[in-house]
């Protein structure tokens, strides 16, 4: 039983260890090597090796924004999109991105295939990709974010 500090009275609750995110960097030269990478990124999350995916299905990704760092956030979200709707792991190893008016807009190719769990060994499912935390910046280098997965 837990005492309250200040009162003595019994609290009817208690803290336990809980890993209940997954946080991650990605950086690139370009925007678009980062955008592949954060791809990667995401999907070694949930998968143990990455290269046991084999390109067997092709969708095509287009999303735009007016602010980079929420293009890359709903890129990302499309990838969870597919895992959960179609259970397909997906690569990304080309990403375009151009400025088109008052918006950023991606097209990609994502090739992958169906969760086989007898060659693909999964770690954690990631559920959502989360805005806290969320950044992207340009660097010296080229480009950097940080994405934090509720998983």
Same mark, same amino acid.
Request: glycine share 6%; aromatic share 8%.
């Given at each position: 039983?837990? @005492?309250?500090?200040?009162?003595?009275?019994?609290?009817?609750?208690?803290? *336990?260890?809980h +890993?209940?995110? !997954? *946080?991650f960097?990605a950086?690139?030269?370009t *925007?678009?090597? *980062?955008?592949?990478?954060? &791809?990667?990124?995401?999907?070694?999350?949930?998968?143990?090796?990455?290269?046991?995916?084999?390109? @067997?299905?092709?969708?095509?990704?287009?999303?735009?924004?007016?602010?980079?760092?929420? =293009? =890359?956030?709903?890129? =990302?979200l499309?990838?969870v999109?597919f895992k959960?709707?179609r259970?397909?792991? =997906?690569r990304?190893? +080309?990403?375009?991105?151009?400025?088109?008016?008052?918006?950023?807009c991606? !097209?990609a190719? !994502?090739?992958?295939?169906r969760?086989?769990?007898?060659?693909?060994p999964?770690?954690t499912?990631?559920k !959502?990709? +989360?805005?806290?935390?969320? +950044?992207?910046?340009k660097? &010296?280098t080229?480009?950097r974010?940080?994405?934090?997965?509720?998983?």
């Amino acid at each position: 039983m837990v @005492k309250c500090g200040g009162c003595g009275d019994a609290m009817s609750y208690r803290y *336990l260890e809980h +890993t209940a995110d !997954a *946080l991650f960097e990605a950086w690139g030269e370009t *925007l678009e090597e *980062l955008f592949s990478a954060a &791809a990667d990124a995401l999907l070694n999350v949930m998968v143990e090796d990455v290269a046991t995916i084999e390109p @067997k299905e092709e969708v095509s990704i287009r999303v735009e924004h007016p602010e980079l760092d929420l =293009l =890359l956030y709903n890129f =990302l979200l499309e990838l969870v999109f597919f895992k959960d709707a179609r259970q397909l792991l =997906l690569r990304v190893p +080309t990403v375009a991105i151009a400025e088109s008016g008052s918006a950023y807009c991606l !097209a990609a190719v !994502a090739r992958g295939e169906r969760i086989d769990r007898s060659r693909h060994p999964l770690l954690t499912d990631v559920k !959502a990709v +989360t805005l806290h935390g969320f +950044t992207l910046e340009k660097t &010296a280098t080229g480009w950097r974010a940080s994405v934090l997965l509720d998983v």
